[in-house]
């Protein structure tokens, strides 16, 4: 698997808070933060039985289609990604996350938003494996048991003098890999990207303690919902800590961190440890769609 070395980035505050940045987006360009966790073992499983295909799931600018087409890409599987948004089918050009993924050789199929939901059923897969072949399938955003165990690799001996661990949350499955390697005094915090509090049920699935929370205003409108304030936030943030943010988990996770601290959540002398999940290459996307609606872009 990859090499990487991994930066715990200090944020300085004019008070007694202390902010440590684990920069898990710095793991490889493109396999970054939490898609390379998740992978990790899925890849090992998918090699061990021999599979030459992965078939996943993902919507037009999912951070997990761009990394398991280039993870395929790159270990040697053909890679097939089923897309919300049937829609999309029929556009003359692809998005930057689409179009690098099918650069690294992934087929697609959109499928209506109602055919998604069913995604889990097991006659809709019938059905795929009947179209594409034997593949090694992998749930959305990633998220199983073995999905899990990687992320439980996130946090190491010395991250265990933190009081609180903060990290965004799309599917559960980060979080809850996080949650089953913390210490028993420490907190955990998610920040979901998604509107609404329907993560709790996912995450007890796989979380085997309760030192947990979900801290559930700061979706901004919920996913992919996008407003200039966080804009201004991410693009400022960058320039002080020479740190980029994405807009649709990151930026709205550390958003929410800093409004906590001035809203004095945290007690005094508090150390937290923020785990950058990565997820940057969705950028691109996004400032395609600011540019058509005349709004401040993200800067790169």
């Not at 915090?189 to 559930?216: E, H, M, S, V, Y």
Request: hydrophobic share 40%; glycine share 10%; proline share 3%.
């Amino acid at each position: 698997m990859i090499n990487y070395n991994i930066q715990n980035q200090k944020i300085s505050f004019n008070n007694s808070i202390s902010v440590v940045v684990k920069r898990e987006d710095l793991i490889h360009t493109f396999i970054s933060g939490n898609k390379y966790r998740k992978l990790k073992y899925n890849l090992l499983k998918a090699r061990e039985i021999n599979s030459s295909a992965l078939l996943t799931f993902g919507g037009a600018f999912s951070n997990h289609i761009a990394a398991v087409a280039f993870a395929g890409k790159k270990y040697g599987f053909n890679t097939v990604g089923i897309i919300r948004g049937e829609e999309l089918e029929h556009k003359s050009e692809l998005n930057p996350t689409l179009a690098f993924a099918k650069s690294c050789g992934m087929k697609f199929k959109f499928i209506s938003r109602e055919a998604y939901r069913t995604k889990t059923n097991l006659e809709f897969i019938n059905q795929l494996k009947i179209e594409f072949g034997t593949f090694y399938l992998i749930p959305e955003g990633g998220t199983n048991e073995l999905a899990i165990k990687g992320c439980e690799e996130i946090l190491l001996p010395e991250d265990a003098d933190f009081d609180y661990v903060c990290c965004a949350v799309g599917t559960g499955g980060t979080i809850s890999g996080i949650i089953n390697a913390s210490n028993k005094y420490q907190k955990i915090l998610g920040f979901p990207g998604l509107k609404g509090d329907f993560l709790q049920q996912d995450i007890r699935k796989f979380a085997n303690q309760d030192n947990w929370k979900l801290i559930t205003d700061y979706h901004f409108g919920g996913y992919g919902k996008i407003k200039p304030e966080l804009i201004s936030f991410i693009n400022k943030f960058r320039r002080d800590n020479n740190i980029p943010l994405d807009p649709i988990y990151t930026g709205k996770m550390m958003y929410g961190i800093f409004d906590l601290i001035e809203k004095e959540f945290f007690p005094p002398n508090s150390k937290i440890l923020v785990i950058h999940t990565g997820g940057l290459q969705g950028i691109a996307g996004v400032n395609d769609m600011l540019k058509r609606k005349n709004q401040p872009l993200i800067e790169v």
